[in-house]
């Protein structure tokens, strides 16, 4: 990319210990009288224990100021990129995942419908192979249906194209109901697993560090999906990022929150680039 954002965030943390000792047990304050104060250790670990909240809380906030300027320099590099030169890359990176072993294993993914508004790198042929492709080769495919602003997010079951309608932001989402009037299936709340997810993103690191749009709506829904793997005994799906050239930034660039979720492997126009030692044995 034109230019890279480096960032390295510090923490200073205080030791409740420390903070204790600076303390005495009773100590006198001079004026027109000798006053006398007792500061117990309970209180002491309290007063620590909100400085290391207000730490914590500054870091946090740091965090997000250094996505939200990485943010801004990505949508400045994907908004210049060459309108051939992403067609090229969008007919690249689908090509490579059509033809993925992992890809043509796979029963079940979910799957994003791409937003040219949003210089995602385009999904409209692999979704089309899923949709439209033999019966005996097509996958069972959910996409992401956006409830409300609180991160819910859900992925629903999709047979068709014409599954698909317009949201208010005009971004195509699966509606509620099929045309029967019956819900559509929720991946949430599934009998099967599905072994695959392709993820959109604004910028990626070889390191797995994946940077969404701010929303925290995919990692909302991957935690979730994580625990319900769990508590179902099933194997977890390999969590595959597509990824124009200009969206990999050097390792570090892209800080982490504890609710962040690393992805397993990237899709770029030059290839595959395993990363978890579950892509590494399956992209070998």
């Known amino acids: ?32 009288a000798f006053l006398r104060r007792q500061t117990s250790p309970s209180s002491a ?32 590099d994907l908004k210049s990129m060459d309108p ?33 508004a949003l210089r995602e790198v385009d999904t409209t042929q692999i979704l089309s192979h899923i949709l439209g492709g033999h019966p005996e080769m097509r996958k069972k495919l959910f996409v992401p249906r956006v409830e409300d602003r609180n991160r819910n997010m859900r992925m629903l079951n999709i047979s068709s194209t014409e599954d698909l309608i317009a949201n208010s932001m005009d971004i195509l989402e699966p509606a509620p109901l099929d045309a029967d009037g019956n819900e559509r299936e929720d991946v949430l709340f599934a009998n099967e697993p599905v072994d695959l997810l392709l993820l959109p993103g604004l910028a990626f690191d070889k390191a797995g560090r994946r940077l969404g749009r701010g929303g925290g709506y995919y ?51 030059s290839g595959v680039i395993p990363i978890s030692p579950a892509a590494l044995e399956i992209c070998r």
């Open 84 to 116: 051939t030169l992403r067609s090229q890359q969008d007919e690249a990176i689908q090509k490579i995942v059509l033809g993925a072993p992992w890809f043509k294993a796979c029963k079940g993914l979910c799957a994003y419908i791409s937003c040219s």
């Open 219 to 269: 990692d909302t829904f991957l935690s979730r999906y994580q625990e319900l793997a769990e508590k179902r005994n099933w194997k977890q799906p390999l969590k595959i990022a597509l990824s124009y050239s200009v969206q990999i930034v050097d390792d570090g660039t892209i800080p982490l929150t504890p609710n962040d979720i690393l992805v397993d492997a990237l899709v770029s126009p």
């Open 1 to 32: 990319m034109n230019k890279q954002v480096l960032i390295s965030p510090t923490m200073t943390i205080s030791s409740a210990t420390a903070l204790a000792l600076s303390f005495t047990n009773r100590f006198s304050l001079t004026g027109s």
């Open 45 to 76: 670990m309290s007063i620590a224990g909100e400085q290391n909240y207000s730490s914590e809380a500054a870091h946090l906030d740091s965090i997000f100021k250094q996505k939200k300027a990485l943010r801004s320099v990505v949508k400045r």
